[in-house]
């Protein structure tokens, strides 16, 4: 009990920052309830969890109520209005619902993961106090610049670490808000729940199983339509898959032009891949893949997704996702990967 007491004041007397991630790292399972709104829209949201990869999550939104399931590698959405389900595999530990979800997808609160990680908030700066829920509150900001124009966040954390809202601008769209009403025990008894859809609902996608090339597998760039592959493979080659919009795209094409000098000193060239729309402007080669046929070769699980290619067309080793805190770690892989090209 006194150890208890003792540790409720050490976190107490620290800084938010500080006190926001012991809180998050305090415990590996919880219930969480929120609301969330975009412009107009609003959701309610309870969200139990198992640290790293469990998650059960129930939805209430004007369209409809939606349940989201995720075990390990496996998703599974359930569309209460249409009575249809959604199969994924995914290869993030906290996987933010489909887009068969609407907006839940968007108004998933996937920063709590990041933010068990101190140093995801390095940049956090103090933005005043406010009462919330009559709670005072130690509000941070974070700002970030990416390709669309400067994007920020604020966060109200509590005297003992909880996070009570959350208020995120992105480019070119409204402004997101998260109130975080209940932190308790998981709500749904997660470790107990059979991987099964509902009785009754049908399939309303094709169930997709990712199986990405791995080390040796030879890639046919002779094939591939945008640019010329296998002509820049001539001392190596980076293959770049990305989507558009949102992290953690944005953060590994904001640390790609140190990846391409880099590159370039070992003699190899990067190609960025990207998968909607047109091809984006960059100071390296940029394709897109209207066709597919790319995608449909590399049959990536998420973006970004980092190939590395040798002279003989044989994939070295891969990368998958991107964090804020790993462009040293990417400068360093790049070089292992050709130190023997």
Known sequence: ??????????????????????????????GITFSATAGAYRLTAKLSYAWPDQQMAAFSMPEGKVDFYQQGHRVLLANHASKAYYEYETGAKMSPPPPEASFASDLYPGFLWSFRKIENLKTAKPDGKSTIQGVECDWIKMTEQSMEGPSSARFAIGPDGMLMRAEIQQPQNP????EFTEYTWPYFDISAWVYQPPVGYVLGNAPKVHYPPTTGAKLNLKSWKGADFAGLNKGGLAILVT???GNPDNLIVKDAPALAATLKGLGVALVEVHLDGPAPKRKWTAVADPSGAIEGELDIPVTPYLFYVGRDGAVISGWAGYAPDQKEKLLKSARDAFAGE
């Not at 006194?2 to 305090?26: H, K, T, Y």
């Not at 402004?175 to 998260?178: G, I, P, R, S, Y």
Request: hydrophobic residues 60%; charged residues 15%.
């Open 243 to 245: 989507a558009e919009g």
């Open 1 to 30: 009990m006194i150890a208890a007491v003792m540790a409720v004041s050490a976190i107490a007397q620290s800084g938010p920052v500080e006190r926001l991630v012991q809180f998050l790292n305090a415990a590996d399972r919880r």
């Open 175 to 178: 402004l997101m808000t998260f």
